[in-house]
C-alpha cells in the first residue's frame, strides 16, 4: 500500500508540472504576442471583449448599408401611392401602405438615410464647434477662457429640449434647419470636455518643451494637444450621434422637424397619434420605432466599448 501511494503521488506531482509548463509557455506567448501589437490592434482587442458591442456594430453597419442602398432595394418610389390606404402586410407590400397608400418598407428605408444624415451631421458640426471653443479656453485660458466658459454655461442653463423646440419653432421647420439647430445646441459637452483635458496636457514637460522650442501654435494645438484629446471625444461624439437622432425624431413626430412628404423616423411616427392606428394599424408606427430602438442602443453600446477600450488603464 505504502508503494502504491507513493506512485500515485509521483505521478500527481508530474501531472501538476506538465501543467504548469502549459501554462507558463501559454501565458509568456500571450504577453509577447501583446507586447508586439500596434494601437490599433490593442484598440480591436480590447473592442472585442465587449460582445454586446461587436453584435451591435453588426447590426448597426446592416442598417445603414441598407440605409445607403435605398435606391437599389427599396420595391418603390418612397413618395408613391402604389398600393390601397393603411393596407395590412402582404406579399406584395411587406410592410403595408401608409394613409395615403405609399409603401411603409420603401419609406423606411429612406427614413434611415434622414435620421443617420442628421444625426452624422449635427454631431460634425457640434463636434467642431466644441473642438475649437475648447482648444482655445484650455490654451490660452485667462478672458478667453472665462468668456468661452460662461456662454457655454449659459448656454446649457437652458432646458435643452426646450431650447430645441423653440429654435425649431422660431426657424422654419426643415431637413438643413434641423441638423444647424442640433449642431449649435449640443457643442457645449464637448467644449467643457475638451477644455478639462487641454488644461491638465498643457503642463505636461512634453507641450512646455514645444512652448520653449518656439514651435507654431497650430503646429502645439494641432499635432500635439489634438491628437492626446481623439480618444474621450470620439466617445463622446457617439452619445451626441445618439441624441441628435432622438431629438430629430422627436421634432419631426411633434412636426417641428423633417417635413412629408420627406421620409424620416420621426415623421413616420406622428400618424401614431391616434387611437385607430395604436390599436389597429400597428405595422405603421411598429417598424419605425423599432428602427429608432436599434439605432440609438447600437450606438450606446459601441461608444461604451469604445471608452473601455480607449481607456489607457483598462486591463483588457
Known amino acids: 500500500m505504502g508503494r502504491k501511494t507513493e506512485r500515485i503521488e509521483k505521478k500527481m506531482v508530474k501531472k501538476k508540472k506538465f501543467k504548469k509548463e502549459i501554462l507558463v509557455g501559454w ?79 420603401s419609406r423606411l428605408l429612406y427614413a434611415m438615410r434622414i435620421s443617420l444624415l442628421v444625426g452624422v451631421m449635427a454631431t460634425l458640426i457640434s463636434t467642431v464647434i466644441g473642438v475649437v471653443l475648447g482648444l482655445i479656453a484650455g490654451y490660452f485660458g485667462k478672458g478667453a ?25 422660431v426657424f422654419k421647420p426643415g431637413l438643413w434647419n434641423i441638423i444647424l439647430i442640433l449642431g449649435f445646441v449640443d457643442w457645449p459637452g464637448i467644449a467643457r470636455l475638451v477644455r478639462g483635458n487641454v488644461l491638465n496636457l498643457r503642463e505636461t514637460n512634453f507641450i512646455k518643451g514645444n512652448i520653449v522650442a518656439g514651435m507654431p501654435l497650430g503646429h502645439i494645438l494641432f499635432s500635439e494637444i489634438l491628437p492626446n484629446t481623439v480618444a474621450p471625444i470620439l466617445v463622446y461624439a457617439t452619445s451626441v450621434l445618439a441624441l441628435s437622432m432622438l431629438d430629430e425624431a422627436a421634432l419631426s413626430f411633434l412636426g417641428q422637424g423633417v417635413q412629408p412628404p420627406t421620409a424620416s423616423l420621426g415623421n413616420m411616427l406622428n400618424g401614431a397619434q391616434s387611437l385607430t392606428v395604436l390599436t389597429k394599424q400597428p405595422w405603421l408606427w411598429i417598424p419605425p420605432g423599432l428602427l429608432i430602438i436599434l439605432l440609438v442602443m447600437s450606438i ?11 481607456d489607457p488603464n483598462s486591463r483588457g
Open 300 to 310: 450606446n453600446f459601441i461608444g461604451d466599448a469604445l471608452r473601455d477600450a480607449l
Open 145 to 169: 477662457d472665462m468668456i468661452i466658459m460662461r456662454f457655454t454655461d449659459m448656454v446649457m442653463s437652458f432646458p435643452y429640449i426646450l431650447l430645441v423646440l423653440v429654435a425649431a419653432a
Open 27 to 105: 501565458d509568456e506567448k500571450a504577453v509577447k504576442d501583446i507586447a508586439n501589437e500596434s494601437y490599433v490592434q490593442t484598440i480591436f482587442r480590447r473592442f472585442c471583449h465587449h460582445h454586446l458591442a461587436v453584435i451591435s456594430l453588426a447590426v448597426l453597419a446592416l442598417l445603414v448599408a441598407a440605409a445607403l442602398l435605398a435606391p437599389v432595394i427599396a420595391p418603390y418610389d418612397p413618395d408613391e401611392i402604389v398600393g390601397t390606404f393603411s393596407g395590412a402586410p402582404c406579399r406584395e407590400f411587406w410592410l403595408g401602405t401608409d394613409q395615403i397608400g405609399r409603401d411603409v418598407l
